[in-house]
């Protein structure tokens, strides 16, 4: 779909603010909470699991107070410092009305309800050491998105292989910064030495040692 671009942010940086502790603001809280990110929640009442989460997250905070069209100076001050907002009123014409002001104020806005509305999705995703990975069907279906994720993780992620493919290729990476000086050679140098059938068996091997023998190798042959 056109318009979109995807991004994975510094969550401990940023500032977020949920309009709404229902359930779609309970599970957005939650997972930003997960994330790292500092989350604000205001709503008129809040979930049970919310005032819970309160409890062990240092990070979120309630903010009890009623939302409405009429709110719109108070609005303005409570997002005034936040970075994103997400408008999970459970109200379309308020999520569209706060959606709006946000982008007044230059903030990024995402209604849960409304694609739309949205300045940015929050995909179904999986992070770990290694990788990151991000799926979204565009508010079509969010069950779909989290198989298309499981099956990814499980028949790609989950394999040795690719893990210590991934291992070799941040030992070049480091090689070829201390070694290659030229941006340029050391982008040609990169994916060559991925390209290398013997690199490649090695690495996948898990046999590091001797795939970095092989690519010093093939920078060798370069020079």
Known sequence: MCGFFPIFLRSYKIDVVVIGGGTVGTIRA???LKAGFKVKVISK???????ELEKSYQTLFLFKKEININTKLELKELIRDTNLVISATGNPA??????ELAREMGKLCNDPSNMEN????????????????AVTTFGISSIVSK??????NSNILASKEIVNLLHAMAEIKVFLKENVKDP???????????????FNLRAKEGDIKNALERAKEI???EN
């Open 30 to 32: 939650k997972e930003l």
């Open 184 to 198: 340029k050679r050391r982008y040609h140098l990169y994916h060559e030495i991925f390209d290398d059938r013997e």
């Open 94 to 99: 308020l999520n569209k009305d706060i959606c």
């Open 118 to 133: 949205s300045d940015f999705i929050i995909p179904i995703s999986m992070v770990n050491n290694d990788f990151g990975v």
């Open 45 to 51: 009442d809040f979930s049970t699991e919310l005032k």
């Open 147 to 152: 198989e298309i994720l499981n099956r990814i």
């Open 219 to 221: 920078v060798g042959d």
